[in-house]
């Protein structure tokens, strides 16, 4: 499934504020990223139209199996090249907080796959077949706080 970035980053803080949360509701996500409830709420119709949410106006939004599937992807991809940037690069982490989002959005399933083997080869994490498409970053969780 092909997201754009604004969609990625809808899941990503609605996946998330569940986790925080366990319900989720349009003004919680205006509040997070900043923005308006009418935009959150096209966008929110958006993603519902892709299977990813549940959502009726006025009611909490759930997350769809697919959804989090996706979600924990757009994290994972997030988190690899955060990994590299801070634990390889030496790059503050709130730089590399920023930026990791916006250039995992350009790289491929196969480049993010080469950059954890090579960054979890570089820290000596066992890969044990990994692949962004089935599999969680070893350490990227316990470094983001990311539940699973």
Do not use: W
Request: aromatic share 6%; hydrophobic share 40%; net charge positive.
């Amino acid at each position: 499934m092909v997201l754009t970035n604004s969609q990625e980053e809808y899941l990503k803080v609605i996946y998330l504020l569940n986790n925080a949360m366990g319900e989720v509701r349009v003004t919680d996500i205006a509040k997070k990223m900043n923005k308006t409830k009418a935009s959150v709420t096209a966008a929110v119709n958006v993603l519902a139209q892709m299977e990813l949410i549940e959502y009726k106006h006025y009611e909490p939004i759930k997350i769809t199996e697919i959804g989090e599937r996706e979600a924990i992807k757009v994290l994972e991809a997030s988190n690899i090249v955060k990994l590299f940037m801070t634990d390889i690069l030496n790059i503050k982490p709130e730089i590399a907080d920023e930026e990791s989002s916006k250039i995992k959005t350009v790289l491929s399933d196969d480049s993010l796959n080469r950059l954890a083997v090579y960054t979890f080869k570089e820290l000596g994490i066992s890969l044990n077949g990994y692949n962004i498409n089935n599999m969680g970053c070893i350490k990227c969780p316990k470094k983001m706080n990311i539940k699973k």
